[in-house]
């Protein structure tokens, strides 16, 4: 699949079969982020890998009680440090980065019949909490399930079809792109 294929098929998976991620498929997901581009090439990004049964379920409530949490086999709990570096546009940079690399993960996971979904539902301090996650200076950005989908073929083949299907599922291009100025 090319990378536009890749990214125009992928959806949020939010229903997960219990079967574990190979290494070397998980290990493929973190070099995708490991390769990802970010501000000054800080790399201002940390990763959790949370396969622990127990941890998982516990971080159910910590996500305003997302079940898929404890069920997806795989958990990457996805943290910025060096985190009041700010870029000359004022933008913090570790925020951006980070999603960089989150969905260079999702993209790759895809790519290998896997299926991910972002959390941003998810209180901050309650994971830092579960997962040990100390100094102020390093946060939460967000959450990445993984796993493989236990939606129904037939299912999966509707979601991709609205998602394919431009007017329906996302905004078209003369909507979101200018020409020249604003
Ligand atoms: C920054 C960000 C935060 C998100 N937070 C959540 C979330 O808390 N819960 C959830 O179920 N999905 C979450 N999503 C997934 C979006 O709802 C989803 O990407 C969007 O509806 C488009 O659907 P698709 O991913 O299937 O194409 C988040 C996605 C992004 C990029």
Redesign the pocket.
Known sequence: MTVLNVIKH???V?KYKPKPVRTKDLYAILEAARFAQSSNNLQDWRFIIVRNENTRKNLVEATKG?NFVGEAPVVIVCCGINTNHKMTCGQHSYVIDVAIAMENMALVAWERGLGT?????FYEDRVKELLNISGEDTRVV?ILTLGYSALSAKLSGK?QKL?LNPKKNRLPLDTIVKYETW
Request: aromatic share 16%.
């Open positions: 992928r959806f949020s939010r997302k979904c972002w959390l941003g539902a967000g979601i998602n």
